[in-house]
Nanobody, 119 residues
């Protein structure tokens, strides 16, 4: 079975940083395009970033571009998201997901890790 387990979230002050991790199993990792998505309280799920199967290309939503960095380790089946210059608007549950930037239909995602930005 596909498993995606996120970690690394927490409480951080505005301007701070976090590194999220996602441990993956149950599928052929290096053939999967992967993304991070997030959901803030009372808001819809929104796409954050995507990385191609070999990690050579990355894509970011406008609201995180220049602040977040997605990466992957295909030898360890790990996906990462470095979050810098965090603002209160970044407060959300963050999920790793097996999907590209655009998606139709269902896709697998983990249980999420909570990021809270507050002073």
């Amino acid at each position: 079975d596909v498993q995606l387990v996120e970690s690394g979230g927490g409480l951080v002050q505005p301007g701070g940083s976090l590194r999220l991790s996602c441990a993956a199993s149950g599928f052929i990792f290096n053939t999967a395009r992967l993304s991070w998505v997030r959901q803030a309280p009372g808001k819809e799920l929104e796409w954050v970033s995507t990385i191609t199967e070999d990690g050579s290309r990355t894509y970011y939503s406008d609201f995180v571009k220049g602040r977040f960095t997605i990466s992957r380790d295909n030898t360890e089946n790990m996906l990462y998201l470095q979050l810098n210059s965090l603002t209160t608007e970044d407060t959300a549950m963050y999920y790793c997901a097996i999907r590209g930037r655009y998606v139709s239909g269902d896709y697998s995602r983990g249980q999420g890790t909570q990021v809270t930005v507050s002073s």
